[in-house]
């Protein structure tokens, strides 16, 4: 089944330079970027995205944080793309990761894993409403989704 995942990459990925090459490798599996945008978040929308989290122990560091610079916040479309880009991702603590996935490629520290991505699909559907208006989000076709998938 076709879906869309919200996907962000934190300040420290784009200031550590790595928004492109982490976008790159979501292109190159084969998944379709369909809306990007850079921006500050402000606290509201931080704690609006982080909710589930409003009474763990790092939930004020986890806001500081990722208010702390530019994010990346990306729409990704693509067959069963939710759990394939969680797998792509890797574990929350870096130091779990596996070698090839992003955080256990690009990152060490938990509250320093560079990228966010939606964990099943009524997170996704809520991430991306907070962060996009329908507006925002481009539908197009790739040439070549039929070398990406066997009935595009
Ligand atoms: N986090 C943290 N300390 C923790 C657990 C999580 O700083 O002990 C941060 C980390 O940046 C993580 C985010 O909170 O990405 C959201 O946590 P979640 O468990 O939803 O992990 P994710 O879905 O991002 O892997």
């Known amino acids: 089944m076709k879906q869309r995942s919200f996907v962000m990459l934190k300040p420290d990925a784009v200031k550590r330079r790595l928004a ?4 790159t490798r979501f292109e190159k599996r084969g998944l379709k970027i369909i809306a990007t945008k850079m921006m500050i ?5 931080a704690k609006k995205h982080y909710g589930e989290h409003s009474e763990k122990p790092f939930f004020k560091d986890l806001v500081n944080y990722i208010i702390s610079g530019p994010v990346l ?4 479309e693509g067959e069963e793309c939710i759990s394939l880009i969680r797998k ?3 574990a929350t603590n870096p130091q779990e ?12 520290d938990t509250g320093r894993n560079i ?3 939606s964990d ?7 991430e991306i409403s907070l962060f ?4 925002e989000i481009c539908e197009y076709t790739l040439p070549d989704e039929e070398l990406i998938y066997e009935e595009p």
């Open 97 to 108: 990761a596996d070698l090839g996935t992003i955080r256990g490629d690009y990152a060490i």
């Open 115 to 117: 990228i966010h991505a």
């Open 41 to 45: 978040i402000d606290s509201d929308l």
């Open 73 to 76: 916040a990306t729409v990704i």
């Open 120 to 126: 099943s699909p009524a997170s996704a559907a809520r």
């Open 20 to 23: 492109g090459e982490v976008l």
């Open 88 to 90: 792509m991702v890797g």
């Open 132 to 135: 996009f208006e329908d507006s």
